[in-house]
C-alpha cells in the first residue's frame, strides 16, 4: 500500500456499528493503516436502522454505547489521526426490504448521539440538553421510547 500511492489520494473509514465494538482492536488496525502510510482516518457509526432488518423503533442506548466506544477509540488513537465522524442512519438493509426505523423515531437517538459526541461523553447534563432540544419530559435510553 505505501508504495502504490494510495494512502496519499485516499482516507480509509472504519465501519462498526456494535454496542460492544473491540476498542483495543480497533486502535490496533489505525496503527497498521498509519504504517501503511494513511495519515487520516474515519469512524463510521450508526444512530438508527443497525440493529435488524425488521426494526421498527429505535433502541437509544444501543447507538450511545456505539459512539462512547467511538471516543474511546478516538481517546485511545494519535490525536492527529482522526479526520471525522460519519453518522449513518440505515433505513433498510437491501433495495428489496421493506424499510426499518424511518427517521421520525430515531431523531432521538441521532440527538443523544450528537450531544454525546460534541461532549466528549454522556451525562445527566447532557441527557437533560436533549430532553430541552427536542422538548421532552423523560429522554429513555434503555427501553424504547414511549
Known amino acids: 500500500l505505501s508504495e502504490s500511492g494510495v494512502p496519499q489520494l485516499v482516507q480509509p473509514m472504519i465501519w462498526d456499528y456494535a454496542a460492544d465494538l473491540d476498542v483495543e482492536g480497533k486502535v490496533h488496525l489505525i496503527e497498521k493503516y498509519r504504517r501503511c502510510g494513511f495519515s487520516?482516518?474515519?469512524?463510521?457509526?450508526?444512530?438508527?436502522?443497525?440493529?435488524?432488518?425488521?426494526?421498527?423503533?429505535?433502541?437509544?442506548?444501543?447507538?450511545?454505547?456505539?459512539?462512547?466506544?467511538?471516543?474511546?477509540?478516538?481517546?485511545?488513537?494519535?490525536?492527529?489521526?482522526?479526520?471525522?465522524?460519519?453518522?449513518?442512519?440505515?433505513?433498510?438493509?437491501?433495495?428489496?426490504?421493506?424499510?426499518?426505523?424511518?427517521?421520525?423515531?430515531?431523531?432521538?437517538?441521532l440527538a443523544v448521539c450528537l450531544q454525546a459526541l460534541k461532549n466528549g461523553g454522556y451525562s445527566e447534563k447532557v441527557k437533560e440538553n436533549v430532553e430541552k432540544l427536542l422538548g421532552m419530559s423523560n429522554l429513555e435510553t434503555d427501553t424504547f421510547m414511549r
Not at 440493529?51 to 481517546?75: C, P, R
Not at 482522526?82 to 430515531?106: K, M, N
Open 40 to 109: 487520516k482516518v474515519w469512524f463510521a457509526s450508526a444512530f438508527k436502522g443497525a440493529t435488524g432488518v425488521n426494526q421498527s423503533l429505535t433502541l437509544i442506548g444501543h447507538h450511545l454505547k456505539n459512539h462512547l466506544q467511538w471516543l474511546e477509540v478516538a481517546s485511545s488513537s494519535p490525536a492527529d489521526v482522526l479526520e471525522g465522524i460519519a453518522l449513518t442512519g440505515w433505513q433498510r438493509y437491501d433495495h428489496f426490504s421493506v424499510l426499518c426505523e424511518l427517521l421520525p423515531v430515531a431523531i432521538p437517538s
